[in-house]
């Protein structure tokens, strides 16, 4: 099995960065501080369960802006929610009924 990365995308070039930085290999030192650099991006699963919790907000007539999305959001990752994460949460409360008060 061949150990290349397929070539574009975001893959390849995750890994044509690190052969660049490691060309002898990742030091087992530095896993951690290099998982830290990526953003993860939510599941689906997880926008569905964001996006619930923020409506069940609405249900009780809280208004629901983009900085509550980036919170739930920052909480269910611990990391700063990325615009696209925001999207995602925005377009499935607007899907349901419930926009946001001030569209990201």
């Known amino acids: 099995m061949s150990t290349e990365?397929?070539?574009?995308?975001?893959?390849?070039?995750?890994v044509g960065w690190l052969r660049a930085g490691y060309p002898a290999g990742v030091?087992?030192?530095?896993?951690?501080?290099?998982?830290?650099?990526?953003?993860?991006?939510?599941t689906d699963?997880?926008?569905?369960?964001?996006?619930?919790?923020?409506?069940?907000?609405?249900?009780?007539?809280?208004?629901?802006?983009?900085a509550d999305v980036e919170r739930l959001i920052g909480s269910a990752t611990?990391?700063?929610a990325a615009p696209s994460d925001v999207a995602r949460?925005?377009?499935?409360?607007?899907?349901?009924g419930w926009p946001l008060a001030d569209a990201p």
């Open 45 to 66: 699963t997880e926008v569905r369960a964001i996006a619930a919790e923020l409506a069940g907000l609405a249900r009780q007539g809280e208004v629901i802006t983009t």
């Open 5 to 14: 990365a397929p070539q574009g995308g975001a893959i390849a070039k995750v």
């Open 89 to 96: 949460v925005s377009a499935h409360l607007a899907a349901g």
């Open 27 to 42: 030091p087992h030192g530095d896993y951690v501080a290099l998982l830290g650099l990526l953003r993860r991006t939510l």
């Open 78 to 80: 611990l990391d700063e």
